[in-house]
């Protein structure tokens, strides 16, 4: 698989390329062009807006066809001489991606095809907080064969899966170095998967939980052109990914974003990272509970419930504060000027943007020349699990070539 962050969906599109691997690259730009389309082009409109000749595009989307990755609509009478124009589509049911998830308080699994529609999925609520890893994620492998095996009994092939994890991942193959909230550590978390039977021998990769769902969050602001901010995913932790020009910045060792534990105050309470102070005391999921006088483990509409309530509203507001104050500095930092609440923060963002805002305007250095915008995420329910899915099927648009030649006996000469 490639390296989490560098996929084709949201960013300028691909261009032909002038070296020996041209066919299979524009093969690719072909397919992105389809899969990324506001409206099913033809082969004259990709021959358009991609330079390639129409006879090139032609041999390009028999290939696609025959791959079983594309699909032809009804023709379409054109205002342009010559036969009507038949409309490309992502094929649909022909092949599965699967985002799996572990969280602090659930287990996931959702499973997509290259339209984007959901095929199946399960959703697992649990407390996790310090637990071993091996049940856990065989507990997760289960999940994932309850979810897929039904879809390959109807003879839609699995292309492959990311695993979301609330912590440091290194790169796509790990291991988790760290995910303090679920008390793991150095977990070979790729070993314990792909020997796990239930599996079935699908191919596993892995990343942060906040980058994946940036990595959704930019899909849902591509018709937009909103293609770069900030992404922060509020859950018992905090994680962050910075988004630009629609790709997700992993930084150096896939580390970046980690906000939940940047400094509100050396003094404060106690983390589970080993440190004082760090934001997701203040802000996180627990924190915003405790602080409202509500049970941890009541979900965040409890939260919403209680709203008026004089401990529930100065949780919110100091939440937020404390959010305000981390997103400032992550605005100074990166030149950022639009900042997305994921997660629980979804739903809980019209009282917690007020607080942030104020914080901005006091803080951020260039904030009277271009304030800075805190929206509320636009992929919701688990956008991680769709942000895991969406990656794998992000590979395979790059390389077309290495599903087709799954599918075909023979592969079809591209010329």
């Known amino acids: 698989m490639t390296e989490f962050g560098v996929m084709t969906s949201g960013r300028t599109p691909l261009t032909p390329a002038r070296q020996a ?4 690259h524009n093969l690719g730009m072909v397919l992105d062009q389809i899969v990324n ?8 409109d990709i021959a358009g807006a991609t330079g390639l000749t129409r006879a090139t595009v032609s041999a390009l989307a028999d290939h696609l066809l025959a791959g079983r990755l594309i699909a032809e609509l009804a023709p379409v009478s054109s205002q342009r001489a ?46 996790f907080r310090n637990t071993r890893p091996e049940p856990v994620l065989a507990a997760l492998a289960a999940l994932f064969a309850g979810v897929v095996t039904p879809l390959e009994a109807e003879g839609i092939p699995m292309a492959g899966c990311y695993v979301a994890l609330p912590g440091l991942v290194d790169r796509n193959t790990g291991p988790l170095r760290l995910a303090p909230n679920l008390g793991w550590e150095s977990v070979d978390v790729v070993g314990l998967l792909t020997r796990n039977l239930q599996m079935n021998g699908t191919p596993v990769a892995l990343a942060n939980e906040a980058k994946l769902a940036a990595r959704a969050e930019a899909e849902a602001r591509r018709p937009d052109d909103v293609h770069s901010f900030f992404y922060v995913s509020g859950e018992i932790g905090i994680g962050g990914a910075i988004v630009t020009d629609g790709a997700v910045v992993p930084g150096r060792h896939g580390w970046s974003g980690e906000i939940g534990h940047t400094l509100i105050d050396p003094n404060g309470p106690l983390c589970g990272c080993g440190s004082h102070g760090c934001l997701e005391q203040y802000a996180g999921k627990d924190a915003l509970m405790r602080a409202a006088r ?6 965040v509409r409890a939260l919403l419930d209680s ?10 507001a100091e939440g937020g504060r404390a ?13 950022v000027d639009t900042l997305v609440l994921g997660g629980v923060y979804t739903s809980l963002a019209p009282y917690l943007i007020p607080p942030i805002q104020r914080e901005l305007a006091a803080r951020v250095l260039s904030h009277r020349w271009s304030p800075v915008t805190v929206q509320a ?16 099927l992000g590979d395979i648009v790059m390389d077309p070539n290495s599903w087709t030649r799954r599918v075909l006996a023979e592969p079809t000469p591209i010329t």
């Open 21 to 24: 691997s041209l066919r299979e």
């Open 37 to 44: 389309a506001a409206t099913p082009p033809s082969r004259a």
């Open 82 to 127: 010559g036969r009507p124009a038949v409309p490309l589509v992502p094929a649909a049911r022909t092949l599965v991606a699967v985002g799996l998830e572990v969280n602090v308080d659930y287990l996931g699994v959702r499973a997509i095809d290259l339209t984007g529609a959901v095929l199946a999925e399960s959703v697992e609520p649990g407390d």
């Open 294 to 299: 509500l049970p941890q483990s009541a979900p």
């Open 307 to 316: 709203v008026g309530s004089p401990s529930t509203d100065t949780a919110l």
């Open 323 to 335: 959010l305000g104050i981390a997103l400032s500095n992550t605005a100074n930092l990166i030149d």
């Open 377 to 392: 995420a636009r992929s919701v329910d688990y956008a991680a699990l769709t942000g895991g899915a969406k990656t794998v």
